[in-house]
């Protein structure tokens, strides 16, 4: 059976986006024939992205041909010939698999003479006209009239569709996100090379976070947090990216709190480095906070990417992170936007190295369920 992925998105940042949609890929081409549909601007970093994974493609490659792809004025012509690209592609394949809302919406203006007849689905992130001003109810509900099923990353995305959209209960079904965790495991833990990278952890406990800058993600928790922690004992680091004014938030309340000897915010890192930082940690953190996008929303890579590595984890009390962690057994749970709860949870965990063992060691099996490979078989009995 043949499958279309079908996936526009800038692969040269490797933000868990991107990871996740070319992990999928590379797992479903265990089970389907799958052709990945990528931009032609995109084929250097395609590349990379597949080195730096250590991914030996089980998938074809196509590189649609786009127009204007780095200009956002004319970001619209630029899905139009993709999704055209696509489309005169798309009698190959039984199956278009897509995470891509701007290819629906596509569709959903085409008439259906000219649509593609293999069956359609699509993986929902979130509802778009909650948390796009782009995108509008009438544009959304439009879109979701194209798909033959549904592959939800939360409950809270499936509840929200049915709620929205009308959706049949039975076209949807939940598989949250997952972990190379051959990958993850492969990487040996090398305390030198991570004190290069952050020297100040030196004869320290290492507290990490790892991800988006974004408000939602609760990076400013973690920040108010570390005027709570004895800099002394602890370091704090923070790797990810954001934008200017993500980043200059931060900055900000880095410097007004003088938080130099405690925190150190860090810019994006290889995979590779990533892995092994995570394998130093003492704790991961996942601290996003209150807002629908992630308390419904998110399944965030960083939970199964630190079971990988055997890192203890602080969580975020929301319902989409406790769909997959169990308080006390996988994690523990912190009052989302709270910095002195979050500061408290983590010296209780430092403090008590049982505790600590007695989540690595659940987290070791709990994380077998989670692997990219599991999920796209779950995918492959629902669709086939």
Known sequence: MRLAFVYQNDLSEQTADVIASISMVQALGELFDVTFFASKTDQESCHKLLNDLNIKPKFKISFAPIAFKNNSANEKISRVVYASFVILKAKEFDFIFTRDFGFLYFLSQLPKAFRPKSKIIFEAHKIYHRVSSKVQFNQEAAALEIPDLFVAITQGVKIDIIK????QSDKIRVFNSGVDIAFFRAIPQNEEIFQKLFPK??????????GSFQTWK???????????LNKDEIHVIMVGSGSVADKKRLFDLYESYNLSQILTISEPLSRREIVNCMKNANIGIVPNNKEFISAKYTSPLKIFEYMACDCPIIASNLSSINEVLEPDINCLYFEPENAKDLSSKINKLLNSDALRENIVMHNRTLVENY???KRAKKIYDFIV
């Open 218 to 228: 609760g990076v400013d928790t973690l920040v108010h947090a570390c005027r709570h």
């Open 164 to 167: 929205y959209f009308s959706i």
């Open 371 to 373: 692997s990219w490979i």
């Open 201 to 210: 952890t030196k004869n320290k406990r290492v507290i990490a976070y790892f």
